[in-house]
């Protein structure tokens, strides 16, 4: 199975959702960076299972132990290798799934693919608990980030039909970091509320619901990309479908500016007070051409319903090939959305032209040829 991520930095992501651990290495760090543990934890703690009635059941601590790559919380140089104890499995409630393919799951297609020898239990390595180590490595690089000014963030713009208004134009990093602190992190104090209900009636009728999540990385220079296959919105569409259960990713306005006439969709540029050149509008998420044009790079990110739910659904039986009813047991989300806003975070901070500063000053560099 793929799970290696090559550029400035690498990094391999390992384990089952009902395995004995998960977790990922970091490769080409460079040596000498401060990493403040506690808000590696704080991270964590934004993502981890079991907290209340939206998310699973499954309880895990989402504890990393750090086997390399870091000493008295200074990086050495060496590849960074964190994991995370898996501890709160039910591995039985998925017995069926190793013939009854799950509708809207990897089941089927991992079937084919892996001769079907793939792990099920708990969707296994296609599981979004794999997501807790990218949460991991995503904090560090939000932590190097912060020393060169670049700040990352991100709130729930909308789950089902309920809304939250999107980034300012002008967002800081002040609004970032106040959202950073919220559990559910939305603009809109009261909007989270109908939010839940929204997520509690699914759950009642053994049902579930997606959403939007709205992300964007402050201070990232102009002149950041490439146009065409390098382009800045390649690579970052790429880490962001890399989340599970991601099915659209856009910048800007992009869902809604092909309704708008080119006056309207451009964004005009124009000196500030201290002679910096801004402009007046961020439709096209601060990239244009494929490269960044100083303004605040933007993106949202939808995520579809947890395929894994209680109510019965028609599938197929792949051993004695009938078609069957299915009724999923076990611990499932009712939505995603909430816990994957600091995953979407980690995705942005992660890219590699993103958030480095310009060819000759990336905020991640290479180990020498001889280490």
């Known amino acids: 199975m793929g799970a290696t991520y090559k550029n400035n930095i690498e990094l391999t992501i390992f384990g089952e959702s009902h395995g004995k651990a998960i977790g990922i290495t970091i490769g080409n760090l460079p040596s000498g960076i401060q990493i403040d543990l506690d808000e590696v934890s704080r991270d964590m703690k934004r993502r981890a ?27 050495t140089g060496a590849p960074l290798t964190g994991v995370i104890y898996n501890s709160d499995q039910h591995s039985k409630d998925y017995s069926l799934l190793k013939t009854n393919m799950r509708p809207g799951h990897s ?18 390595h296609f599981s979004g608990r794999i997501t807790a180590p990218i949460v991991f490595a995503g904090n ?31 967002v800081d990093e002040t609004l970032l970091s106040s959202l950073s602190q919220k559990q559910y992190p939305t603009i809109k104090e009261d909007v989270f509320e109908k939010m839940e209900e929204t997520i509690l009636k699914a759950k009642e009728n053994l049902d579930s619901v997606g959403g939007k999540v709205e992300c964007v990385a402050l201070h990232v220079p102009a002149g950041v990309g490439e146009p065409f296959f390098d382009s800045l919105e390649s690579h970052l569409s790429s880490l962001m479908f890399s989340i599970p259960a991601v099915k659209s990713v856009s910048f800007g306005d992009g869902e809604s500016i092909d309704e708008m006439f ?24 601060g990239i244009t051409g494929g490269i960044t044009n ?51 975070e980690a995705m942005m901070a992660l890219d590699r032209k993103s958030t480095r500063l310009n060819s000759s000053h990336e905020w991640i560099s290479r180990m020498p040829s001889s280490a």
């Open 49 to 75: 299972p079991g907290q209340n009635k939206m998310s699973t059941a499954r309880k895990e601590a989402d504890q990393v132990e750090i086997l390399s790559g870091l000493q008295d919380g200074i990086t």
């Open 107 to 124: 089941d089927y297609p991992a079937y084919i693919k892996y001769k079907g020898f793939n792990d099920v239990r708990g969707g296994g």
């Open 140 to 170: 560090i690089a939000k932590q190097i980030l912060k020393q060169k000014c670049i700040f990352v963030g991100a709130h729930i713009l909308s789950i089902g039909n309920v809304k939250d208004e999107r980034f300012p134009y002008n």
């Open 262 to 285: 080119g006056s309207e969709a451009n964004d005009c540029y124009y000196y500030d007070e201290e002679g910096n050149v801004r402009t007046s509008t961020n439709h096209n998420g």
């Open 294 to 344: 100083g303004m605040p790079v933007s993106c949202t990110v939808t995520f579809k319903p947890t395929p894994s739910i209680a109510k019965k659904q028609k599938t197929i039986n792949i051993e004695t090939k009938e078609n069957v009813e299915l009724k999923i047991k076990g611990r499932h989300d009712p939505c995603i959305v909430q816990r994957a806003v600091v995953v979407v």
